[in-house]
C-alpha cells in the first residue's frame, strides 16, 4: 500500500481508503462480518476509514467504531454529518445548532473523543457558508474534530468556502470528497482544479460507477445488484445511454484483458491515477469484495492505458450527466427562482 498527504493537513493517508456506507443491515452486514473487513483492510495497509451519520442511520458508525477498538488511534477517521432528515425540521442541514448535535452524536456511536475529518455531506444552501465553517471551527479548537471539509460540493461553492474562511479568519474546508469514475470525469474540469489550487485533499467515492465498473453489468442480461435494486432507471439496458455504456465497457473490458486485471481493478486504479486524488475509497461488503479490490493497491496505468481510456471517455466529461451527483443551486432546484 501507497500513502499520500492529504491536501494541506500533513496527514499521510493510504491511495486506498475504506469506505463504511455497507456496515450496516441495509447491506446486510452484521458485526462480525464488519470486523472482519475492517480488519482485513487494516492488516492490508489501509489507514483511512470514512463513514457517515446518514448510513444505516448511524449504524455504520457504531459497526466501525467497533470493528476498529484498540487500533483506532492507527487510522484516519472521518465522517459526515447533513443528510439526515425527518419529521424534526430541526434535523439535518449545517446550521451552528445542528452540527453540535450531530458530531456529538457521531462520537458516541464511533466510541471517540475526535474525529480526525469531518465533512458536510451536501451544501446546505439555507445556512450561510459563514455560520458552518465558524461551528466547524470552534469543534476544531475544542479538539472534537482535527480538521473538516466539504463533500459533493460543485467547484464554486469550494472557492466561496476558501474566501469566507479567509475574510473572517476561520479555519477552512481542507478536503473535498467526491464521485470520480471513468463514466463521471467532469469533475476533472472543475472541482479538481479548484482543490488543487487550495491544496485541498481529494477523496473519491463511487470509483465503480455504481457498480457499472465492477464487471457484473453485461449486456442481455439483467442487472441484479444492491445499487440497481434501489436505481432501476440507471440500469435499464434498454436505454440509450445505458447502451452507450456498454459500448464502452465493451473497450474497457478489451484494456482489463490486455492488463491481466479485472475491471474492477481498471476502474480503481483509474481513479487513484490522478494526481489530485489523496484516497479512493472502496465499499467493499463481503471478504471476497475487499481482497478484488485491494489487487488495485498494486496497479499503476502508465499513459499508454489512459490514453486508451481517454478514448472511450473524453477527459472532463461525464458519460451520462444525469448519474452526477450534485446538489443543484436553488435557482436551478426550484423553477419559481428561475423564472422570474
Not at 476509514?49 to 459497526?63: H, P
Not at 457558508?129 to 467547484?155: M, Y
Not at 467526491?178 to 467532469?186: D, G, K, M
Request: hydrophobic content about 40%.
Amino acid at each position: 500500500m501507497q500513502y499520500r498527504i492529504l491536501g494541506g493537513t500533513g496527514m499521510k493517508v493510504s491511495e486506498l481508503g475504506f469506505g463504511a456506507m455497507n456496515l450496516c443491515s441495509w447491506s446486510n452486514v452484521d458485526q462480525a462480518t464488519a470486523d472482519t473487513l475492517v480488519g482485513g483492510a487494516l492488516d492490508a495497509g489501509i489507514n483511512l476509514f470514512d463513514t457517515a451519520d446518514l448510513y444505516g442511520f448511524g449504524e455504520s458508525e457504531i459497526m466501525l467504531g467497533k470493528a476498529l477498538g484498540s487500533r483506532r488511534d492507527d487510522v484516519v477517521l472521518t465522517s459526515k454529518f447533513r443528510n439526515l432528515s425527518g419529521e424534526n425540521p430541526l434535523v439535518g442541514g449545517a446550521s451552528r445548532r445542528y452540527v453540535r448535535k450531530a458530531v456529538e452524536d457521531s462520537l458516541r456511536r464511533l466510541g471517540t473523543d475526535h474525529i480526525d475529518l469531518y465533512q458536510v455531506h451536501r451544501p446546505d444552501w439555507d445556512t450561510d457558508l459563514e455560520e458552518t465553517l465558524s461551528a466547524l471551527t470552534d469543534l476544531q479548537r475544542e479538539g472534537k474534530i482535527v480538521n473538516f471539509g466539504s463533500s459533493t460540493f460543485p467547484a464554486h461553492t469550494i472557492v466561496e468556502g476558501q474566501w469566507v474562511a479567509k475574510e473572517r479568519g476561520l479555519s477552512r474546508f481542507t478536503t473535498e470528497q467526491v464521485a470520480y469514475s471513468i463514466f463521471q470525469r467532469a469533475v476533472e474540469a472543475d472541482v479538481f482544479p479548484v482543490a488543487q489550487k487550495y491544496n485541498m485533499g481529494v477523496l473519491v467515492w463511487s470509483p465503480l460507477a455504481n457498480g457499472w465498473l465492477a464487471g457484473t453489468v453485461k449486456r442481455g442480461q439483467d442487472v441484479n445488484t444492491p445499487r440497481a435494486n434501489l436505481a432501476s432507471a440507471e440500469f435499464d439496458l434498454s436505454i440509450p445511454v445505458a447502451q452507450h455504456k456498454l459500448d464502452i465497457l465493451d473497450g474497457l473490458h478489451e484494456i482489463a484483458a490486455d492488463l491481466g486485471v479485472s475491471l474492477a481493478e481498471l476502474g480503481l486504479a483509474f481513479s487513484k491515477a490522478h494526481p489530485a486524488v489523496s484516497s479512493v475509497l472502496i465499499g467493499p461488503r463481503t471478504p471476497e469484495h475487499l481482497e478484488q479490490n485491494l489487487k488495485a493497491a498494486d496497479l499503476t496505468l502508465d499513459d499508454a492505458t489512459l490514453d486508451r481510456i481517454d478514448a472511450l471517455v473524453a477527459p472532463g466529461t461525464d458519460t451520462a450527466p444525469e448519474d452526477r451527483y450534485e446538489v443543484p443551486v436553488p435557482p436551478l432546484a426550484d423553477p419559481r427562482l428561475r423564472r422570474r
